[in-house]
């Protein structure tokens, strides 16, 4: 008997729902990883940014209103330095802003059965499921990109 699907709904999130909160990123003091989070309390992705390392305690803090998005580039759009969450594979370079990100990317790819809301009904067409490419989404490479998924979420020990 053939277990039932794996159902993944789109929770219809963007990309920047991911920049309100911690992004991990490459220290460039240590090369470990640091988190880049907010100073303000307000929840805009373009506020006031500090970036912090529990390794090696280097700190910077970004003016704000200032981001770059590097096309091609698996970078953050404050201080250019390159995401921690981010593996090669042999399809092309796999990414994520934090564990929540990566998270929805895992259930999305792990799923057989992908739901997702017409664009006409909530006007999201671009949601981060959506923008993945067609080799993250292609049910053959479902094995090797959890494989990926994983190598990445292990915990660091340094």
């Known amino acids: 008997m053939t277990p039932p699907p794996r159902r993944f709904r789109d929770p219809r ?3 920047y729902d991911y920049l309100v909160g911690v992004v991990l990123v490459r220290c460039p ?30 700190t910077r803090t970004t003016k704000g209103n200032v981001l770059a998005f590097a096309h091609g580039v698996p970078v953050d759009p404050w201080f250019g330095l390159p995401l921690w969450l981010q593996i090669r594979t042999r399809h092309g370079h796999l990414w994520a802003y934090n564990r929540e990100h990566l998270t929805l990317i895992r259930e999305f790819v792990a799923a057989t059965l992908r739901e997702r809301a017409p664009w006409y009904d909530t006007g999201a067409k671009m949601t981060v499921v959506a923008r993945l490419p067609r080799w993250v989404t292609k049910a053959g490479n479902r094995d090797e990109i959890l494989r990926a998924i994983d190598r990445i979420r292990t915990p660091v020990t340094r």
């Open 29 to 58: 003091g240590c090369d470990g990883p640091a988190r880049i989070a907010r100073i303000s309390p307000d929840t805009w992705w373009w506020s006031t940014r500090r970036l912090t390392c529990a390794h090696c305690g280097l």
């Open 13 to 15: 999130t963007k990309p």
